[in-house]
């Protein structure tokens, strides 16, 4: 059992060793940093990139039209005319459909009373006597998924009760193909990025401690345990990946408010349809994994480093 | 707790039969060439001051980092302190070498920690109580003549001075056994033979004392057993001997 004040010579030898090697760890902090830095900023844009993209394809919707007494007008087919309970049973059938985010019931009245004024104006549009949209109860169906469109307007087309399905394919299939790059080419690069961190700062590690294999035999020869050598080397290596990653971490911060607030205050027009990420959010994500890879590497990279100069 | 003991009466009864270092035909084969020893049997008593001394390749240094459990003999047996140290596990070098002083002809200091550091060290390994570590480290800092120095940083030391702190390491926790391998290699001669008086002084306070050495004068002066060594195997062990010439 280690005596308390080994344990607190070994975590102050921790620290000591950060000072006494200054430049090594100033080395070992810019390269993690470095590489941090990149993949923080690197996630931050692509985060940015598939929020836009989501917050478009929660835009894309489908409109349900429903066959009705005005059918026999030339444009309209005939069709099974839905109750008002067959109405809303389908709403809620769609509701309950995996790809589908939200439903929303518009009913003739309320279509006319928003399109009406649109289209003739406020003065023309009261000139019309009757609703000229009668009997065209919608539903507007928003996707959580634009990719499963097609097949969301393939089952409504089967309802013998939809008269019509207004959808854009083009807008869908681009959105989707787009999300697909940008997740397979941001996946790729931010794999690339971590195993190229990974391994510069695993190395960096190994150096910074290889040219003190010297140090270690020394311990070794007089009497060390392979922990009382080990425990040291550790902790330097978390502390200094801990500061490696806390760096990018707040330049990153600075960075990506001083950027958000740059780009919404300059162009207040790409603000207006460009959904852009709080800093909050980006780093829900960006912090524990920057910490993980400073941390986790600087741990187990000098766990195996010192491994291999503990034979003596 | 009486398994412990036993070890401990067994390790005794090898050392009153054998010496506190034993080796019985032992040969160290490296991957390739010629053996660096070669069927070495030698015992050196509790006490007892020794001088290992050979040319370049007689197996000196094989020799000491057998002793030191750096290296495991090929065949034939080791027993250092009672140890026999092919059975030793990778655990439990540590607790032997606490046992075991040693001092490098590269003094070995740890150059970012200042004299009181290097020494304490070897106590904070053992883990003594930093009240007895702090009266320890100076007094053996007095015992090697460096009490007034135990604030500098090993780098500002002379090369006597730096062995000096390499010593009072290799004596702060009462080794049974110190093993010097060329302790004088880099000094000049002053220097040279402050320590090797130091050394007949912890020899002579019951320390067994094994040095590893090319320094003729200072062998032929002492007169103390010398046992030499050419191409891995021993080819004299003289009482109060000297340096052999072999040309």
């Known amino acids: 059992?280690?005596?308390?004040?080994?344990?607190?010579?070994?975590?102050?030898?921790?620290?000591?060793?950060?000072?006494?090697?200054?430049?090594?760890?100033?080395?070992?902090?810019?390269?993690?940093?470095?590489?941090?830095?990149?993949?923080?900023?690197?996630?931050?844009?692509?985060?940015?990139?598939?929020?836009?993209?989501?917050?478009?394809?929660?835009?894309?919707?489908?409109?349900?039209?429903?066959?009705?007494?005005?059918?026999?007008?030339?444009s309209h087919t005939e069709g099974q005319i839905p109750s008002e309970q067959r109405l809303e049973e389908?709403?809620?059938?769609?509701?309950?459909?995996?790809?589908?985010?939200?439903?929303?019931?518009?009913?003739?009245?309320?279509?006319?009373?928003?399109?009406g004024p649109d289209y003739f104006g406020e003065d023309y549009a009261e000139g019309f006597?009757?609703?000229?949209?009668?009997?065209?109860?919608?539903?507007?169906?928003?996707?959580?998924?634009?990719?499963?469109?097609?097949?969301?307007?393939?089952?409504?087309?089967?309802?013998?009760?939809?008269?019509?399905?207004?959808y854009s394919e083009m807008t869908a299939n681009t959105l989707s193909g787009l999300n697909l790059l940008i997740a397979y080419v941001s996946m790729g690069i931010i794999v690339i990025l971590l195993a190229v961190s990974i391994f510069l700062i695993s190395n960096t590690v190994a150096i910074g401690i290889s040219v003190r294999s010297e140090e270690i035999n020394i311990m070794k020869y007089i009497g060390a345990t392979d922990f009382f050598v080990r425990a040291p080397f550790v902790l330097e290596g978390m502390l200094i990946g801990l500061i490696g990653a806390a760096v990018p971490l707040g330049l990153i911060y600075s960075l990506y408010n001083y950027a958000l607030n740059y780009v919404v205050n300059r162009f207040m027009v790409l603000s207006g349809f460009l959904n852009f990420l709080s800093v909050d959010e980006v780093f829900h994500f960006l912090t524990p994994v920057s910490l993980g890879v400073g941390v986790g590497i600087g741990f187990l990279g000098s766990i195996s480093t010192v491994r291999k100069h503990l034979h003596v | 707790m009486a398994g412990k003991e036993a070890q401990r009466l067994k390790r005794e009864r090898i050392i009153e039969e054998n010496g506190i270092i034993f080796l019985d035909n032992v040969s160290k084969s490296y991957s390739s060439g010629s053996p660096a020893l070669n069927g070495v049997s030698l015992s050196i008593g509790r006490g007892e001051f020794v001088f290992i001394v050979g040319d370049s390749g007689s197996g000196k240094s094989t020799l000491i980092k057998l002793l030191l459990r750096e290296l495991t003999a090929t065949s034939g047996s080791v027993y250092v302190m009672g140890n026999d140290l092919a059975k030793l596990k990778h655990r439990q070098i540590p607790r032997f070498r606490r046992n075991l002083g040693v001092v490098f002809q590269d003094f070995r200091l740890?150059?970012?920690?200042?004299?009181?550091?290097?020494?304490?060290?070897?106590?904070?390994?053992?883990?003594?109580?930093?009240s007895e570590i702090r009266r320890n480290v100076p007094a053996i800092l007095a015992t090697v003549g460096l009490a007034g120095k135990y604030k500098a940083k090993t780098k500002q030391l002379s090369g006597g001075e730096q062995?000096?702190?390499?010593?009072?390491?290799?004596?702060?926790?009462?080794?049974?056994?110190?093993?010097?391998?060329?302790p004088t290699g880099n000094l000049d001669p002053n220097n040279s033979w402050e320590i090797m008086k130091l050394l007949e002084e912890i020899n002579e306070s019951g320390t067994t004392v094994v040095v590893v050495t090319h320094n003729r004068e200072i062998v032929n002066a002492m007169q103390k057993r010398v046992i030499t060594m050419k191409k891995g195997v021993i080819i004299s062990d003289e009482e109060k001997g000297g340096y052999i010439d072999e040309d």
Not at chain 1, 35 to 62: D, H, M, P, R
Not at chain 1, 91 to 106: H, K, L, P, T, Y
Not at chain 1, 107 to 115: K, N, P, Y
Request: charge should be negative; include cysteine.
């Open chain 1, 90 to 115: 389908i709403g809620q059938e769609i509701a309950r459909r995996a790809e589908v985010s939200e439903v929303q019931f518009q009913s003739a009245d309320e279509a006319w009373a928003t399109f």
């Open chain 1, 129 to 166: 006597p009757e609703n000229p949209l009668a009997g065209e109860d919608t539903y507007e169906i928003f996707l959580s998924d634009v990719s499963m469109q097609d097949a969301l307007v393939t089952w409504l087309q089967s309802i013998p009760e939809v008269r019509k399905v207004n």
């Open chain 2, 110 to 130: 740890l150059n970012d920690r200042n004299v009181y550091e290097n020494v304490a060290f070897a106590q904070r390994i053992v883990e003594t109580p930093v």
């Open chain 2, 163 to 182: 062995q000096r702190v390499a010593l009072a390491r290799a004596l702060v926790n009462n080794p049974s056994v110190l093993l010097a391998d060329e």
């Open chain 1, 1 to 74: 059992m280690m005596k308390i004040s080994t344990l607190f010579y070994t975590i102050k030898q921790g620290f000591a060793n950060i000072f006494r090697n200054k430049w090594y760890s100033l080395a070992s902090i810019a390269t993690i940093s470095a590489c941090l830095f990149l993949f923080g900023l690197f996630y931050s844009i692509v985060a940015n990139f598939q929020n836009i993209l989501k917050t478009a394809e929660e835009g894309v919707s489908v409109t349900v039209f429903f066959h009705s007494e005005m059918d026999n007008c030339e």
